[in-house]
């Protein structure tokens, strides 16, 4: 099995169209939009970087990179790291480190020169990137905790475990402290701190995994929180998913642990180690008496320490910290972002429906914690209970989450104003309880703490409707809410787990929105590291939970996210280190499941498609319900012409033909089982059965078009213009239509406002898209009030069809991109902006009085085929368009005029 990687994506922006020695150029270097990524353990990073120029038409025809092991010889231009030399190519992104061999924490300057179709541009401003530990002879340190329980601590049921503080005093030599890098990696969640100041502003880390089989390590530069003499280091952990004896069905994987090396190199050579090990002094009788993510975090402030994080604290009655044994996984750095607090939201409005017993509303439903203020006197406890909705007498609505107790606890210590918020827990809601307060709370007494995966924000999305930009809205909060590593189904009761489902075609529209490169980069790698020996892949991952269904359509999840990353970012690597795996799978499931070329397994049916019955989870009418072995076997179809091209990528002509050819056997057979030649209709004529056929090249070219108007007639029909699928369905909805001449009625569907629609969650006060279409009056055991599975293609929808955003076929990380969009009646404008890996991009479109107005940039070093809606004439500034600056016509067709299109700045306007 090839070693999973997660590369590191170094990237800077270049301003191009100018040869002056002299122009300033902006420089952003980031691992996953990380400045100055410290730590990295991969050997061979690539380097992206973005042409951005005012003028239209700049293309790159070569590069140089100079990779230098200081700032002082990457300014005298002298690469001893790696100089590229001028390499004649246009590729900006992607581009493989190729210099000598990194070494575990080398610091490595880099800079790049593009030679441009209109000149030379200046050298980039220096960047840095620094290397981890990439050998693990490199770790001294040793695995530090206490496996054992205390008597305050519960062990079944609903366990209580208090956090374990660490703490640790050294001395540093009298000299000049030239740089101090720690590495740590606490489980299940960490807090670190040198003389008294917290390390970093990451929050419930470090990121999730299988700890049996890889743990995540983060880095940072200290240097500036050291002095000479007397330190002290302290780390508190938290439980999180490595302490789970609360649910049986989770797995637990032991007592909190950590890990921990800290550096100190000293100017004119020599270097101070402190590493984790049993020389280290612990307690259990700090403030933070017990920590779950499901249940809450309970904060006794009188039993607060204060100094125990610096060196003159007395310790003398702390425990001695003992070594124990590995969690078993390989320490990797970390190269996902960490959780941080991405936003601060201020509530509403507070009620109190009881005497004593208050309501606040947040106004949003949101993801992380309140941050609260208090003054009381000591001893005084304040009860805060967190829900996503309200019954109707005002009262938290909490039967859905299930066991999760998701509450906090704060003591007073004092009768000062105490601040206060958790450290090791997080909660989806939008409205929490409060009791205990002393006195009556205010609004200014609270604030919401909004979590997730540290990412840029990388698409913006409005149109002159104001459901849809809603349901944008709602898919933004939702999408983000349930980041945390890992992609999770939901953020509020006792579940959060990865769910492969949910995330396939989600996962595209996902990377218009945020970028989301690595986290799916990890979440591959969290895949293949729970895939069983015979090839079997879970439906979770990492595999908390142990379900091994053996269906089709939630591991298919794998290669489609695979393909994602290829096809957004232009990243072949994810398919490379997993394709093996891939294969296996297809295999075992072929071995096992297909009979006669039909591939009889499936699991979950067309999941949470709009029931008859508004109390119900799932449909139990026959007619509803897509057949088995229609979904399975149409997936695996799938699956085989993504490995036929992943095959085709890598260089394996054998595989490819192999797959080739079963696809033609699988289709051949599929339509011998299946289809009704009489009446174009697959199986019992769902929309999904006819849908995926479809859309999967599986209907035979004569039957295409009386497929898709079984579909339409089904879903106009019966379904009276509105969603006519579960979560698999709804997947291909919106681009079905819309590719077979729909889009109208995809349009319809975007913005009903009644049961069953998105726009429907939004009549029922949803500020985040629901697990079930009728969420609101489903039974309890499912109905999440923030899941985004059933958003299916919808954000894809929005930009590539409605706002015209798309990678040219064949084309990645929108190299060439297609301009193209769905001027719809009923929409008056879209517009939006997309930052891809070669650049923004935006699209910003309106009809006024009889014409259209279209504003569109296309990145440096990127061209595009637009398609413009025919009119009397297309013009810019009063003067015929594409009529200079490299722009070509094509073709007329399908009432749009298409050119090809140079990078710049364009703004058309075409008379009707």
Same mark, same amino acid.
């Given at each position: 099995?090839?070693?999973?990687?997660?590369?590191?994506?170094?990237?800077?922006?270049?301003?191009?169209?100018?040869?002056?020695?002299?122009?300033?150029?902006?420089?952003?270097?980031?691992?996953?939009?990380?400045?100055?990524?410290?730590?990295?353990?991969?050997?061979?990073?690539?380097?992206?970087?973005?042409?951005?120029?005012?003028?239209?038409?700049?293309?790159?025809?070569?590069?140089?990179?100079?990779?230098?092991?200081?700032?002082?010889?990457?300014?005298?231009?002298?690469?001893?790291?790696?100089?590229?030399?001028?390499?004649?190519?246009?590729?900006?992104?992607?581009?493989?480190?190729?210099?000598?061999?990194?070494?575990?924490?080398?610091?490595?300057?880099?800079?790049?020169?593009?030679?441009?179709?209109?000149?030379?541009?200046?050298?980039?401003?220096?960047?840095?990137?620094?290397?981890?530990?990439?050998?693990?002879?490199?770790?001294?340190?040793?695995?530090?905790?206490?496996?054992?329980?205390?008597?305050?601590?519960?062990?079944?049921?609903?366990?209580?475990?208090?956090?374990?503080?660490?703490?640790?005093?050294?001395?540093?030599?009298?000299?000049?402290?030239?740089?101090?890098?720690?590495?740590?990696?606490?489980?299940?969640?960490?807090?670190?701190?040198?003389?008294?100041?917290?390390?970093?502003?990451?929050?419930?880390?470090?990121?999730?995994?299988?700890?049996?089989?890889?743990?995540?390590?983060?880095?940072?530069?200290?240097?500036?929180?050291?002095?000479?003499?007397?330190?002290?280091?302290?780390?508190?952990?938290?439980?999180?998913?490595?302490?789970?004896?609360?649910?049986?069905?989770?797995?637990?994987?032991?007592?909190?642990?950590?890990?921990?090396?800290?550096?100190?190199?000293?100017?004119?050579?020599?270097?101070?180690?402190?590493?984790?090990?049993?020389?280290?002094?612990?307690?259990?009788?700090?403030?933070?008496?017990?920590?779950?993510?499901?249940?809450?975090?309970?904060?006794?402030?009188?039993?607060?320490?204060?100094?125990?994080?610096?060196?003159?604290?007395?310790?003398?009655?702390?425990?001695?910290?003992?070594?124990?044994?590995?969690?078993?996984?390989?320490?990797?750095?970390?190269?996902?972002?960490?959780?941080?607090?991405?936003?601060?939201?201020?509530?509403?409005?507070?009620?109190?429906?009881? !005497? =004593?017993?208050?309501? @606040? *509303?947040?106004?949003?439903?949101? &993801?992380?914690?309140?941050? $609260?203020? #208090?003054? /009381? %006197?000591?001893?005084?406890?304040?009860?805060?209970?967190?829900?996503?909705?309200?019954?109707?007498?005002?009262?938290?609505?909490?039967?859905?989450?299930?066991?999760?107790?998701?509450?906090?606890?704060?003591?007073?210590?004092?009768?000062?104003?105490?601040?206060?918020?958790?450290?090791?827990?997080?909660?989806?809601?939008?409205?929490?309880?409060?009791?205990?307060? !002393? =006195?009556?709370?205010? @609004? *200014?007494?609270?604030?919401?703490? &909004?979590?997730?995966?540290? $990412?840029? #924000?990388? /698409? %913006?999305?409005?149109?002159?409707?104001?459901?849809?930009?809603?349901?944008?809205?709602?898919?933004?909060?939702?999408?983000?809410?349930?980041?945390?590593?890992?992609?999770?189904?939901?953020?509020?009761?006792?579940?959060?787990?990865?769910?492969?489902?949910?995330?396939?075609?989600?996962?595209?529209?996902?990377?218009?929105?945020?970028?989301?490169?690595?986290?799916?980069?990890?979440?591959?790698?969290?895949?293949?590291?729970?895939?069983?020996?015979?090839?079997?892949?879970?439906? #979770?991952?990492?595999?908390?939970?142990?379900?091994?269904?053996?269906?089709?359509?939630?591991?298919?999840?794998?290669?489609?996210?695979?393909?994602?990353?290829?096809?957004?970012?232009?990243?072949?690597?994810?398919?490379?280190?997993?394709?093996?795996?891939?294969?296996?799978?297809?295999?075992?499931?072929?071995?096992?499941?297909?009979?006669?070329?039909?591939?009889?397994?499936?699991?979950?049916?067309?999941?949470?498609?709009?029931?008859?019955?508004?109390?119900?989870?799932?449909?139990?009418?026959?007619?509803?319900?897509?057949?088995?072995?229609?979904?399975?076997?149409?997936?695996?179809?799938?699956?085989?012409?993504?490995?036929?091209?992943?095959?085709?990528?890598?260089?394996?002509?054998?595989?490819?033909?192999?797959?080739?050819?079963?696809?033609?056997?699988?289709?051949?057979?599929?339509?011998?089982?299946?289809?009704?030649?009489?009446?174009?209709?697959?199986?019992?004529?769902?929309?999904?059965?006819?849908?995926?056929?479809?859309?999967?090249?599986?209907?035979?070219?004569?039957?295409?078009?009386?497929?898709?108007?079984?579909?339409?007639?089904?879903?106009?029909?019966?379904?009276?213009?509105?969603?006519?699928?579960?979560?698999?369905?709804?997947?291909?909805?919106?681009?079905?239509?819309?590719?077979?001449?729909?889009?109208?009625?995809?349009?319809?569907?975007?913005?009903?406002?009644?049961?069953?629609?998105?726009?429907?969650?939004?009549?029922?006060?949803?500020?985040?898209?629901?697990?079930?279409?009728?969420?609101?009056?489903?039974?309890?055991?499912?109905?999440?009030?923030?899941?985004?599975?059933?958003?299916?293609?919808?954000?894809?929808?929005?930009?590539?069809?409605?706002?015209?955003?798309?990678?040219?076929?064949?084309?990645?990380?929108?190299?060439?991109?297609?301009?193209?969009?769905?001027?719809?009646?009923?929409?008056?404008?879209?517009?939006?902006?997309?930052?891809?890996?070669?650049?923004?991009?935006?699209?910003?479109?309106?009809?006024?009085?009889?014409?259209?107005?279209?504003?569109?940039?296309?990145?440096?070093?990127?061209?595009?085929?637009?398609?413009?809606?025919?009119?009397?004439?297309?013009?810019?500034?009063?003067?015929?368009?594409?009529?200079?600056?490299?722009?070509?016509?094509?073709?007329?067709?399908?009432?749009?005029?298409?050119?090809?299109?140079?990078?710049?700045?364009?703004?058309?306007?075409?008379?009707?």
């Amino acid at each position: 099995m090839r070693k999973q990687l997660t590369l590191c994506v170094i990237t800077m922006i270049v301003l191009a169209g100018c040869t002056k020695k002299e122009a300033v150029s902006l420089v952003h270097l980031r691992c996953e939009n990380l400045v100055n990524p410290v730590g990295i353990d991969c050997t061979s990073p690539v380097l992206s970087w973005e042409l951005s120029s005012d003028e239209r038409d700049v293309r790159q025809v070569a590069y140089r990179i100079l990779v230098a092991s200081s700032l002082e010889k990457l300014q005298a231009e002298e690469g001893d790291l790696w100089d590229s030399k001028q390499v004649q190519s246009d590729r900006s992104i992607q581009v493989a480190y190729a210099g000598n061999t990194l070494s575990s924490r080398a610091s490595c300057y880099w800079k790049v020169q593009a030679t441009t179709n209109k000149g030379i541009t200046a050298w980039s401003k220096p960047a840095r990137w620094t290397m981890g530990l990439l050998d693990p002879s490199d770790w001294e340190a040793k695995w530090t905790g206490l496996d054992r329980s205390f008597p305050d601590d519960v062990l079944e049921g609903k366990t209580r475990l208090s956090s374990r503080y660490f703490r640790k005093v050294f001395n540093l030599e009298n000299r000049k402290i030239e740089k101090a890098t720690l590495y740590i990696s606490g489980l299940g969640f960490y807090e670190a701190y040198i003389n008294a100041k917290r390390i970093g502003n990451q929050e419930l880390s470090p990121t999730p995994t299988d700890y049996s089989k890889v743990v995540k390590y983060n880095t940072f530069d200290v240097t500036g929180l050291l002095s000479k003499g007397d330190n002290a280091i302290g780390v508190t952990l938290g439980n999180g998913r490595f302490f789970s004896m609360r649910i049986h069905e989770v797995r637990h994987f032991g007592y909190p642990k950590m890990i921990l090396q800290l550096e100190v190199d000293y100017a004119g050579g020599g270097r101070t180690v402190v590493v984790s090990d049993d020389t280290w002094k612990v307690t259990v009788d700090g403030p933070i008496r017990t920590n779950n993510e499901f249940d809450g975090e309970e904060y006794d402030a009188r039993k607060e320490m204060p100094g125990w994080d610096t060196a003159g604290f007395d310790d003398t009655g702390w425990l001695q910290a003992e070594t124990v044994a590995s969690p078993g996984g390989r320490l990797e750095a970390q190269l996902n972002r960490n959780i941080k607090v991405m936003e601060t939201i201020r509530p509403v409005a507070v009620n109190e429906p009881k !005497p =004593g017993l208050f309501i @606040l *509303d947040m106004g949003q439903n949101m &993801v992380g914690w309140l941050r $609260m203020k #208090v003054k /009381g %006197e000591e001893g005084d406890q304040v009860q805060l209970r967190f829900a996503e909705t309200l019954k109707e007498d005002g009262m938290l609505y909490t039967d859905n989450l299930r066991s999760a107790s998701a509450t906090d606890k704060y003591t007073l210590k004092s009768k000062q104003v105490e601040t206060w918020e958790p450290s090791f827990t997080y909660h989806g809601f939008r409205y929490v309880e409060i009791t205990g307060f !002393p =006195g009556k709370p205010s @609004l *200014d007494n609270f604030e919401g703490q &909004v979590v997730y995966d540290e $990412m840029e #924000v990388t /698409g %913006e999305f409005e149109t002159s409707d104001p459901t849809i930009n809603q349901v944008y809205k709602n898919a933004c909060w939702g999408t983000r809410g349930n980041y945390r590593g890992m992609p999770t189904d939901c953020p509020q009761r006792d579940e959060r787990m990865g769910w492969l489902g949910d995330r396939a075609v989600g996962s595209h529209g996902e990377s218009f929105m945020f970028d989301v490169h690595n986290l799916y980069v990890k979440w591959l790698n969290d895949i293949e590291q729970a895939q069983r020996e015979d090839g079997s892949i879970p439906d #979770v991952a990492p595999n908390y939970w142990s379900v091994y269904s053996d269906n089709m359509t939630w591991p298919a999840a794998y290669p489609i996210i695979a393909n994602m990353l290829y096809e957004q970012y232009g990243d072949k690597e994810p398919i490379a280190a997993h394709y093996d795996s891939m294969k296996k799978w297809m295999e075992y499931m072929r071995e096992r499941y297909m009979v006669d070329h039909i591939m009889t397994k499936d699991t979950y049916g067309d999941w949470c498609m709009p029931p008859e019955s508004p109390e119900l989870i799932h449909s139990q009418d026959p007619s509803r319900k897509t057949d088995a072995a229609v979904l399975g076997t149409t997936y695996y179809f799938r699956m085989l012409y993504l490995l036929e091209r992943f095959a085709r990528l890598l260089d394996k002509p054998d595989d490819a033909g192999y797959f080739a050819r079963q696809a033609q056997v699988v289709k051949e057979a599929y339509n011998a089982k299946y289809l009704n030649r009489e009446t174009a209709q697959y199986s019992n004529n769902t929309v999904t059965a006819n849908l995926l056929s479809l859309c999967y090249g599986m209907v035979p070219d004569e039957y295409r078009e009386a497929v898709f108007n079984n579909i339409v007639e089904k879903t106009t029909g019966e379904f009276k213009n509105h969603v006519s699928t579960g979560l698999v369905g709804v997947q291909w909805l919106m681009r079905g239509l819309s590719d077979y001449g729909r889009p109208d009625l995809a349009l319809r569907i975007a913005t009903n406002r009644d049961y069953p629609s998105w726009g429907y969650m939004i009549e029922k006060n949803a500020t985040t898209i629901w697990e079930l279409w009728n969420g609101n009056t489903a039974d309890p055991s499912m109905n999440s009030a923030n899941h985004v599975m059933l958003l299916g293609d919808l954000v894809v929808w929005f930009y590539e069809y409605l706002a015209g955003i798309r990678n040219m076929p064949g084309s990645v990380g929108f190299k060439e991109i297609v301009m193209k969009p769905y001027p719809l009646e009923g929409l008056d404008y879209v517009k939006a902006s997309f930052h891809s890996v070669h650049g923004l991009i935006k699209s910003a479109w309106k009809k006024e009085k009889g014409v259209f107005h279209w504003d569109m940039t296309i990145p440096g070093n990127t061209s595009a085929t637009v398609y413009v809606p025919c009119g009397k004439g297309i013009t810019e500034e009063e003067k015929e368009a594409f009529v200079k600056d490299g722009a070509r016509f094509i073709e007329t067709k399908d009432n749009y005029a298409a050119f090809k299109v140079p990078s710049g700045v364009y703004h058309l306007k075409v008379t009707y």
